[in-house]
């Protein structure tokens, strides 16, 4: 298995030592990172677990993982905020975030609107929608195209992403989304599971985007599974959003839905996309403006 660069103890070090006057992210593999603002700490589509490998073991779909954990999801006592871009277990994994919960009594999970019953009902805890109950106050439901959510020093905006088309609830709220992020000074896109659609640039360039997070492990109708943005979509899509940086995810995870990051690369020194590869563990500091 791929070993991370940074892993247990020696992660923790690091993002004990990060540079307090940056904006500091970890990769914690596939589609997770953690986000840090001096002394604030945001999980961004946390999977530290092995749920997927044992609910698919001896299927015709084994989840063969490829890399080690970086960091067991308990020892993360100090994180504010939790996002789930949408249901799928490696972005709503109740092996992770029922222990974050746990070792963070004040965690607040923000979720699509279309899906805070489903993520109330995985981590065990009454939606908010029922009134009056403390539970209740952890999930934190956000629409699309509306108003921010603020926690911390955090601004959260949700815009529509596209798995493998659209999806909508019957009140019209997406089941997938990206998140754009504001926080100290630079703004990050996390684009969740998505695909390339109508509007999408459009959309994003209401911001000046300094990092975008993109998938690249395409899609392949016979993994069985819905798929994501091409390593040559993520490039154009970065280059044609101006993001001052794209960082690669959704690969090096399973065997059996991953690509090679070099694909990427070669597609980001094509189109002009600014671009840096990080590894399991490894750190990425932002310098302000």
């Known amino acids: 298995m791929i070993k991370p660069v940074l892993q247990d103890d020696d992660f923790l070090a690091d993002v004990r030592s990060a540079p307090a006057d940056r904006l500091n992210l ?39 993982q490829m890399t080690e954990r970086v960091i067991a999801p308990e020892k993360l006592d100090f994180i504010e905020v939790v996002t789930s871009s949408h249901n799928h277990t490696d972005h709503l994994d109740g092996g992770t975030l029922l222990p974050l919960l746990q070792a963070n009594p004040a965690l607040t999970v923000i979720v699509p609107a279309a899906n805070v019953y489903f993520a109330a009902d995985r981590l ?32 959260f905006f949700a815009i529509p992403s596209a798995h493998e088309s659209l999806e909508t609830d019957e009140n019209g709220d997406h089941k997938f989304v990206g998140y754009v992020i504001e926080v100290g000074g630079k703004t990050i896109y996390h684009s969740g599971d998505c695909c390339l659609y109508e509007g999408l640039v459009e959309r994003l360039k209401q911001w000046r985007i300094d990092l975008a997070i993109l998938p690249i492990n395409g899609r392949d109708p016979a993994r069985g599974v819905a798929g994501n943005f091409t390593a040559q979509e993520a490039a154009e899509l970065g280059r044609g959003i101006g993001a001052g940086l794209v960082v690669p995810c959704h690969y090096e995870m399973f065997e059996f839905n991953t690509v090679s990051p070099r694909r990427f690369v070669a597609a980001a020194n094509k189109t002009g996309c600014p671009y840096q590869l990080l590894k399991a563990g490894e750190r990425l500091s932002l310098e302000q403006n």
Do not use: C, M
């Open 26 to 64: 970890w990769w914690l593999g596939q589609s997770g990172y953690l986000v840090q603002w001096q002394g604030h700490h945001l999980l961004i589509d946390p999977y530290l677990s092995d749920t997927l490998t044992k609910k698919y073991a001896n299927t015709d779909k084994p989840h063969v």
């Open 124 to 155: 065990q805890v009454l939606p908010p929608y029922a009134s009056g109950t403390e539970a209740g106050e952890r999930l934190t439901p956000i629409h699309t195209d509306a108003d921010p959510v603020t926690i911390g020093p955090f601004i």
